[in-house]
Structure formats: C-alpha cells, structure tokens
C-alpha cells in the first residue's frame, strides 16, 4: 500500500479483543513499518483491548469511541492436559518417540514437567515485557512505571483511557478521517473502504456452495443463521494451546 502514490494516509479500523500474540506483533509491526512512510491512524469501535490495543500502539494518532473497551495490556498462556480424556472416555493411548526429553514440549496428551512449566511461563513474561515495550514506545510514556501501573490486563473505557494516555482523542471514524487528511496534508480526497469481501457468513457459505447458497436457503433463513451466530457466547469458541494477547469479550457491566 505504502508503494501506491495515490494513498497518501490509512485509517485502521480496530474491533478486537486480540488473539495471538505472535500474530498481534506482526500486525503492529507492519502498521509501524507503513507509518513511518504514510500516515496511519487508529479509530477502535467497540473493543480494542489486548492484542487488538498491541496493534493500535503502532499508530500516529489514535481514536476511541467514549465506550469503547481499551487497554486489557497483559498475556496469558494456555495449555491443556487432555490425557485422561482421550485415556479414560475415548480409550486412547500414546507412546512418545523423542530425540530429545523436551522436543514435545506443550504437548496436550501428558502432564507439564515442573522445567516445561517455567519455561512457558518465563516466555509469557517474555511477552508481556515485550508488550508494555510497545505501549511505552508507541504511546510516548516517559517512564516504564507509568505503562506498567495501568497494565497487569486492567481494563479501561475509551473515555479514562484518554485521560490515562493509551488514546489521543475521543472520536469516531469520521474524526478519524479527518485527521488522517490533516496529517497527509490534503484537502480534496476520497476514501476507499477495505476489504471489500462480505459479511463472514456469507464468506463462509460462498466458500463450500458459492453465492448459490444464499439463493437456495434464502434471505429469511440466512438472517436466521446470523443471528444464532452472533448467540453464541465467546467463552464457547475453542481456542488452540499458546500464548495469547486476549481480551474476553463476554462482560457484562452493569
């Protein structure tokens, strides 16, 4: 994009609760690498919190909406033991062939060793270092502590977090528009909206059946199937062992 001469700033539109941690470094390091040649600025919705905040620290300018949910700086690791599982209910067993004692470290179908379990662990702090280094660069904070005294996972709305210096403004994705024009220095533009693709539904059922699927089921029983996807609740999805820079969004404030 950067390549493009007719782009002269990009407005990220972020709506994450965050995911992977490895993957949320590489968004963030790709938005830092486009702004430091264009200009690239953030306008969170509803959550940008965790990873979805990690990538925003690499922007020039950043926007949140008064409600959104920001912040959530921490790191966590997830990993499963599902040997009696697969031993008692499925009557499965495993043998281990290793060139070495750790080559399967994290492997799910036998307990952690007390080595296997500080090493994961030093890596998540590992992470979470790595992280409060994002904010404290991205978001312009003097000293460490200050980073660290908001972080630790706290959760922050859009409003406090302005007061607090993780956001600039209180704004949506108009006010976010605007600005990247001021910082690109132009006047008269337009803007060019992506991805272009469909909702995810759509996407997915296009993937097995084509846009012929949405002919076949019809409009009713796709708006049906919408909404008992956006039913399920997020502690349901199933999330693979790892090191993740998450927020879960199924809060409730009251």
Known sequence: MEADEDVAAVVLRVNSP?????????????????DA???VIISMGDVAASGGYYMAAGGR?????????????????????????????AGVKFDRVLTHPYADIGDSN????????????????????RFI??????????KREDVEKIAEGRVWSGTRA???????????????IAKAAAYAKVEQYSVEVFPK?????????????????????????????????KAVPESAL????????????????R
């Open 197 to 229: 693709d469909r909702d995810p539904l759509g996407q997915l059922l296009a993937k097995f059946a084509g846009d012929t699927i949405e002919t076949a089921l019809g409009h009713q029983t796709i708006a049906r199937l919408k909404t008992l996807s």
């Open 18 to 34: 965050g995911g992977d941690a490895l993957a949320s470094d590489v968004i963030w390091r790709a938005i830092s690498v486009l």
């Open 37 to 39: 040649k264009i200009p």
């Open 133 to 142: 280094d994002v904010v404290e660069e991205g978001r312009g904070f003097e």
């Open 61 to 89: 300018y950043v926007f949140a909406e008064p409600t959104t949910i920001t912040g959530s700086i921490g790191v966590f690791g997830l990993m499963f033991n599902t040997q009696k599982l697969f031993n008692n209910k």
């Open 162 to 176: 302005k007061e607090l210096g993780l956001v600039d403004e209180l704004g949506g994705l108009d006010q976010a």
């Open 110 to 129: 036998r307990p952690m060793t007390e080595f296997e379990a500080r090493t994961i662990q030093g890596e998540v702090e590992r992470v979470y270092k």
């Open 238 to 253: 199933q999330m693979k062992a790892g090191i993740y820079a998450r927020a879960f969004s199924d809060l409730r404030i």
